[in-house]
């Protein structure tokens, strides 16, 4: 397998194919920069691992070094597994002809940006027409794969994340400083242009309220902090930034509705934990998000921070909507693909693409 600097998402669909590739008793190579590894447990989970530079933008001397790292690891395995756009330009241009044969999961849209934008088309470009197949985590990054070339397309199988609660509700409501009703809305991500939190932030002010006086957390960093606080500030929404966090899953189930205002998504993690504990979703219809919740949670449209505050504000009112959409939540968990399950579909995918490629099977 091959990846560069990943974010949480991906990160952990990588540690789970490498877990479960290694139960089932196969050999793992992964090629990755050594602070991925780390983060990840890779060689813990018994990986061999291969350290290997993959920056935010092409470097050519430093590209050409990765490119002579993956040449020499790729020499005796069976098959490539890379992700993302980056780690899978690098292993179409390291490979010789057809072999070993090339799998690539595309895990995101193009960045915002009109240069970071057409690095990412031309990189996407060469993944499209140099893999034997191509995986993507939601049916709009499968058709940009069929428009720019790819020869053979499937959805990537990736693992739900379940919610492991530590604390009650009644703990982190406390620790918030909530009191008596005060209903609690949680969206989760980093405090990028892509989650669309300014988005978010207009929806309350279109609105006029988040309903019943609620209060909204948003757990994540990131670049657009300052900015989103400025706001907050200007505005006086009821609206609190908590930085990092590591209690996720506490929040979520202290939640009486998670609310996701992202530009796009792909299989977004955390909204697999959300549906694990049965919180209401409220969600824009972007991207793989639709494919996750299947019906349980509300959908509006990406662009329309109206219709999202109009939704929030009446899930917020109405308490036999947010029963029902508790219980279609944690039915929806429940039908989530497994670990063993994106296990299986890889191994599949790796047979697929050595027919394709026209080489020996995968065992």
């Not at 969600?283 to 019906?295: C, F, N």
């Amino acid at each position: 397998m091959v990846t560069g600097v990943v974010a949480g998402g991906v990160g952990r669909h990588v540690e789970q194919l490498t877990h479960s590739l290694v139960e089932l008793g196969h050999s793992l190579v992964v090629a990755t920069p050594a602070v991925i590894a780390a983060r990840f447990g890779l060689a813990e989970a018994g990986a061999e691992v291969v350290p290997l530079e993959i920056g935010s933008r092409p470097l050519p001397q430093r590209d050409r070094r990765s490119v002579a790292t993956l040449r020499e690891s790729m020499a005796d395995v069976d098959v490539v597994h890379a992700h993302g756009v980056r780690a899978g330009a690098l292993s179409v241009l390291a490979r010789e002809g057809s072999s070993p044969p090339l799998v690539v999961t595309t895990h995101n849209n193009a960045p915002e940006g009109r240069l970071a934008a057409v690095v990412h088309w031309n990189l996407d470009r060469v993944v499209c027409r140099g893999a034997d197949l191509v995986l993507g985590v939601s049916q709009d990054l499968m058709e940009v794969a069929r428009d720019r070339g790819a020869r053979d397309v499937a959805p990537a199988v990736v693992p739900a994340v379940r919610a492991e609660p530590v604390r009650d509700r009644a703990a982190v409501r406390k620790e918030l400083g909530l009191t008596g009703d005060t209903p609690l809305v949680v969206a989760v991500g980093r405090l990028a242009p892509q989650k669309g939190f300014d988005r978010l932030l207009d929806a309350l002010d279109a609105a006029g309220t988040t309903g019943q006086d609620a209060h909204l957390v948003i757990a994540g960093e990131g670049p657009q902090a300052e900015a989103l606080q400025r706001r907050i500030d200007r505005s006086g929404l009821p609206v609190r930034l908590l930085g990092h966090r590591t209690d996720v899953p506490d929040l979520l189930a202290a939640a009486d509705v998670a609310v996701s205002s992202a530009r796009w998504e792909g299989q977004p993690v955390w909204l697999q934990e959300a549906l694990s504990v049965g919180a209401p979703i409220v969600a824009t219809d972007v991207g793989g998000t639709e494919e996750v919740l299947d019906g349980a949670g509300l959908l509006v449209p990406g662009d329309d921070p109206e219709a999202l505050g109009a939704a929030l504000t009446a899930l917020l009112s109405d308490d036999i909507l947010r029963a029902d959409l508790r219980e279609r939540a944690l039915a929806r968990a429940a039908d989530l693909p497994t670990a063993e399950d994106a296990a299986q579909a890889a191994l599949a995918a790796y047979r697929r693409a050595a027919s394709t490629a026209g080489t020996r099977d995968v065992d």
